[in-house]
């Protein structure tokens, strides 16, 4: 619909000033890059967020007894859910419901030679466990736990270093059970992983649910029961339907809570936010150096222009060519720019972006926050980004485009050639 | 070159709406900059003052060996004659007030749960204090000298299921080598809401009197905290006290809030390589603003220049004219931003503005890493102010400097040829 | 002349019971008591009780001590516990952990904590027969009856700062010597612990307190029931029985079981 000689002609008038246009594709291409990338990175951060807390602490609904949650900070041993297997049995089939697993946690201190550290230890159904914090994936030495029957210990690679333990070491896990009776257990450091997460690498330590029964005295008990649905966001429904099955069983003061009630999820509204603060500050910048560019270049031409005019080009005409030329400065630049966004974010993806020198210095293990981010690269974030390129660059174009079309033919053709 | 500044001065209000776009663009696009930079760093300086009112004033004095063991609470390691010490303090110059502490380690006794936590001995006499407990805490609420009664942290509270008014027994440990300690009925008198979380989570506060009477301490203390008129003296002081209390044998050991503080500085000074970028980019967006401003006045005005260049004024005139004409705007915008952001810089300082404007439950997960609760003060400093209206105004005059050249390069002819 | 010779000898030979006892001094008292509580060796079986709310829970265990000092203690029953065994020598307390097979070293805040879960620290149990008049100075305040017993109430106070137990109040049995209630109390006056005697028995030609009670006062309703089954003084106790060796051993050595 454009006519060809005007894309030709916008086309090579670009080109003849080669510096201007490469600084300003330039300043479009960083624009662009950045927004690829930055929305990349604030996804994968605060999806880092959301799946580890989901997975390693609330599930998308966390059933446990009302005084277990109410003092959660100090891990009440005896709020136990007992006959756990009977309840798990009835809510399976609750609509929504997808995987569940069950949890015992309790603190004491580790210890080995001489060095102690104080921790949680959380007993965990293998297999199960694998549909939510999937330790197998985060081993970065020795194996998973298998079977229940020699009792294995999964430990974070910060805790190992603490506590100067490796594969196969043996530690000694005493505790006072529920009925303060001392037991304990030796277990063996079966893998070492690392997930990035502060509060679990350094915080606590894994073994099987069975061996965590025994040494709390608590055969069919568990603290914690997790569940995953199939629709995250139908969490309060489905726990409030999970609580009325619950009571019809009869099994009172056990809460079902769900996931959104954590503020943690409130805080990723300041994502949101973020991203938005983000995409105005890049507005802002691209399109201030555009209309920059663009106001000069008018000013420059001003003598072209008004020999364009004196050949019958319309105002309309030079408008239009004017932000021909912008367009395809806009397109040049966003393209650019959203490639190297993109195969930024793809390669860090992979790689991820290790904060852990400068976290490595602090002493408490800061709550699901990660030393190494891996930004989440979709299509969506590099079509946006590059759309939003060039429609900034047409915009700002405008101004400079309407006030260059507005010139005299006649006079400037007077003046004659330059 | 007085009559330039006169025709100069004129044209800007001849023109009148188009000065006032640009003005008011560098006014509000500076002055945004201004709050901008003041809550920038008021988080920092927010979460550092935050710990020197209530953790660590700006000096505190222990007896020699008592740091290195801080960890352990010993209660061995004493000032036994605090009043020694008060007397230098007392006489020495730059210190505004101190007060003496013991801090121990104790645990809450509940139902069958002992929850530990720090314990901290506070002077109730002591006025102002080197600490601002009293401004977290209404009147009423506060322990009077000798009352068996504790102030504790709110967190630490929600955490336990208590509240004001619960008598609660507290075990006092009075020393961790032999674990001997005593217990006490203490009435919550208070809750502490702090904006320190290190202090809302884990510490309560009883009086100094009740402190020493259960821990078999007499008079002792472990520490005096001292705070000084200016938080920048504190290296200078502590060298000087050093000095002057260690004259004969090195009995005790002074601390400045850099050594008491040290991780948390630690933390800020990592933030601090990424600390810049916010500002830069608001000074890059600035930068861009007022160059765009000051083109785009100069593009409106082609025709006007090229009347001017007509009626003989040459290239050099023409271009100081456009020159300045920008760095008035420049100034004046910069003036009035240091005031719009001035004023909303001090009400920022004053009333704070609420993080959970950014998000809910923002503040409870700024806590758990920064000493920072829900309320972010604003910290301007008059330096700012000065640095904006400078380089306001400097910018303004070499964003014009291009387009005048540029403007001024016209032919004549071409000039008026523009509409 | 006869008559008043008769009468002299006979007030001077009479028991010395009432006026003897008025010049009994506190410290007298409480070295009596030791004399009862003391022994070379100690062999003891003993049920404990421990009450929680509605919980009740028994554990069964037997004991060789030589003096406060050295201590060991093996756990017979409920199947939970047995074979746990603990060695305390001076302040460094030692157990073995049976399902572990290993034996875990304790510093000594741990003999201040509850043993086993019970209202008796592990000090508690294993320094009963500590001498007391070492440790505080002792006030001689009334004379009372408890539960129908004619007692010297004794004021004890710690000579040492440090000492937990800062002060006691103890119902000495006027008659046997045996304090039949100790109320321990912490420095602040808060009372910590108190314990009572159910029942006094004569063993090997001495009263000792066979059933007694004690109640932590800082935890809300319980109580442990301490029942001797056995006692034995000054028997000869076997020579590696203080020994990590000991602690490790199978099978418990007992002098005869349990009924």
């Known amino acids: ?418 | 070159m007085k009559m330039y500044f006169r025709i100069a001065f004129r044209n800007i209000f001849r023109q009148r709406k188009r000065t006032l776009i640009t003005f008011l663009s560098i006014a509000v696009g500076l002055g945004l900059m201004i709050v901008g930079f003041s809550l920038y760093n008021g988080i920092d300086s927010q979460a550092l003052n935050t710990i020197i009112d209530t953790q660590t004033a700006h000096l505190k004095i222990f007896a020699q060996g008592y740091e290195q063991k801080r960890d352990e609470f010993p209660l061995d390691i004493t000032i036994s004659e605090p009043q020694k010490i008060e007397k230098v303090l007392n006489r020495t110059k730059n210190i505004v007030s101190f007060e003496r502490r013991i801090v121990f380690l104790a645990t809450l006794i509940k139902g069958t749960n002992e929850i530990p936590c720090t314990g901290i001995g506070i002077d109730i006499e002591a006025a102002p204090g080197a600490f601002n407990l009293r401004s977290c805490i209404p009147k009423e609420d506060f322990p009077k000298t000798e009352e068996q009664a504790m102030l504790i942290g709110s967190d630490l509270a929600a955490d336990i299921g208590l509240k004001k008014g619960d008598v609660l027994s507290v075990r006092m440990i009075s020393s961790t080598e032999d674990f001997s300690w005593n217990v006490l009925d203490l009435e919550i008198k208070g809750l502490l809401r702090t904006r320190n979380p290190q202090i809302d989570r884990t510490t309560l506060y009883v009086p100094l009197s009740v402190a020493q009477e259960s821990l078999g301490l007499g008079e002792a203390v472990t520490e005096i905290a001292v705070r000084l008129k200016n938080r920048r003296q504190a290296l200078k002081v502590k060298e000087s006290l050093m000095k002057e209390l260690n004259d004969r044998d090195p009995i005790y050991e002074v601390q400045s809030y850099q050594d008491l503080a040290s991780d948390f500085l630690k933390f800020r000074k990592m933030r601090s390589r990424y600390r810049s970028v916010v500002p830069i980019i608001m000074l890059i967006i600035a930068t861009l603003g007022i160059t765009n401003t000051m083109l785009m006045a100069v593009f409106e005005r082609t025709r006007e220049i090229g009347i001017l260049a007509a009626m003989g004024m040459r290239k050099k005139e023409l271009m100081s004219l456009f020159i300045l004409e920008g760095t008035f705007i420049g100034f004046f915008g910069s003036a009035a931003a240091c005031i719009l952001g001035g004023l909303s810089g001090l009400y920022l300082e004053v009333k704070g503005v609420n993080i959970s404007i950014i998000g809910e439950g923002m503040s409870e997960f700024a806590s758990s890493i920064y000493p920072i609760k829900d309320i972010f003060y604003g910290d301007l400093t008059l330096s700012s102010l000065i640095f904006v209206l400078i380089f306001g105004t400097v910018i303004a005059a070499m964003a014009s400097v291009y387009p005048a050249y540029r403007a001024a390069r016209l032919q004549p002819t071409e000039a008026l040829r523009y509409v | 002349m006869k008559n008043i010779v008769l009468i002299m000898v006979f007030v001077l030979s009479a028991p010395l019971s009432g006026q003897d006892q008025a010049a009994l001094t506190p410290e007298d008292i409480l070295s009596n008591v030791h004399q009862n509580l003391s022994s070379s060796t100690l062999y003891t079986e003993t049920e404990m009780r421990i009450t929680m709310g509605h919980k009740t829970l028994t554990k069964t265990f037997i004991s060789f001590s030589e003096g406060p000092e050295k201590s060991f203690i093996e756990f017979l029953g409920p199947q939970r516990d047995r074979g746990t065994k603990i060695l305390k020598i001076g302040k460094v307390l030692k157990i073995y952990f049976p399902s572990a097979g290993r034996i875990q070293r304790y510093s000594h805040h741990m003999l201040k904590q509850r043993l086993m879960g019970s209202d008796f620290s592990y000090e508690d149990i294993t320094e009963q027969s500590k001498e007391l008049n070492k440790d505080y100075t002792a006030t001689l305040l009334d004379e009372e009856e408890f539960q129908g017993v004619p007692c010297f109430v004794v004021h004890l106070e710690s000579k040492d700062l440090k000492s937990n137990y800062y002060t006691q109040k103890i119902w000495v049995d006027k008659e046997k010597f045996i304090g039949r209630k100790v109320e321990f109390y912490a420095r602040s006056g808060k009372l910590l612990k108190v314990l009572t005697v159910d029942e006094v028995r004569v063993i090997q030609g001495r009263f000792y307190p066979v059933k007694f009670t004690m109640q932590d006062k800082l935890r809300t309703n319980t109580k442990t029931e301490i029942i001797l089954k056995e006692i034995r003084f000054d028997a000869p106790i076997p020579e590696d029985t203080f020994t990590e060796r000991n602690l490790m051993r199978g099978h418990p050595i007992r002098y005869h079981p349990i009924t």
Request: net charge positive; aromatic share 10%.
């Open chain 1, 1 to 418: 619909m454009i006519r060809g000689r005007f894309r030709h002609l916008a086309w090579r008038n670009i080109w003849r000033n080669k510096r201007r246009t490469l600084l300003t594709s330039l300043a479009i291409a960083f624009g662009v890059m950045f927004l690829v990338f930055i929305q990349s990175y604030i996804k994968g951060v605060s999806e880092s967020f959301l799946e580890n807390m989901v997975r390693s602490e609330t599930g998308h609904i966390r059933i446990a007894k009302e005084d277990y949650l109410r003092l959660e900070k100090i891990l009440p041993k005896e709020q136990l859910i007992y006959d756990f297997t009977k309840i798990e049995d009835s809510i399976r089939d609750v609509p929504g419901v997808d995987t569940l697993t069950e949890r015992i946690k309790f603190l004491l201190v580790l210890s080995r030679e001489e060095k102690s550290q104080a921790c949680v230890a959380v007993g965990i159904n293998p297999e199960k466990e694998k549909n939510f914090l999937d330790l197998e994936k985060y081993l970065v030495e020795g194996q998973y736990l298998d079977s229940p029957s020699s009792p294995g210990m999964l430990i974070g690679r910060k805790l190992a270093d603490e506590l100067g333990v490796s594969i196969g070491s043996e530690l000694f896990v005493a505790t006072t059970d529920i009925n303060y009776s001392l037991y304990a257990l030796t277990f063996k450091v079966k893998g070492i992983f690392q997930t990035g997460f502060d509060k679990i690498d350094k915080g606590l330590f894994y073994i099987p649910l069975e061996s965590a029964q025994t040494l709390l005295d608590c055969p069919d008990a568990v603290h914690e029961i997790l569940l995953l649905l199939k629709d995250p966001d139908a969490a309060i429904k489905t726990a409030r339907d999970i609580e009325k099955r619950l009571d019809e069983e009869g099994h009172p003061g056990i809460t079902a809570a769900p996931w959104k009630t954590h503020y943690f999820v409130k805080f990723l509204s300041f994502a949101k936010s973020i991203r938005i603060l983000l995409l105005v500050i890049v507005f802002l910048i691209v399109a201030l150096v555009i209309l920059n560019t663009m106001i000069m270049s008018v000013m420059e031409r001003i003598h072209e222009i008004g020999i364009m005019k004196s050949f019958g080009m319309k105002k309309k005409e030079i408008r239009l060519l004017f932000l021909l030329e912008s367009f395809y400065i806009g397109i040049i630049g966003s393209l650019a720019g959203g490639g190297i966004g993109a195969a930024v974010s793809v390669i860090t993806q992979n790689t991820g972006l290790d904060f852990s020198a400068a976290f490595d210095r602090i002493k408490v293990p800061l709550p699901f926050v990660s030393s190494v981010y891996f930004p989440d690269f979709t299509l969506y974030f590099l079509i946006n980004s590059i759309l939003f390129g060039v429609v900034i660059t047409l915009i700002a174009a405008l101004y400079p485009a309407v006030k260059g079309s507005k010139m005299s033919p006649v006079q400037a053709l007077r003046s004659g050639l330059k």
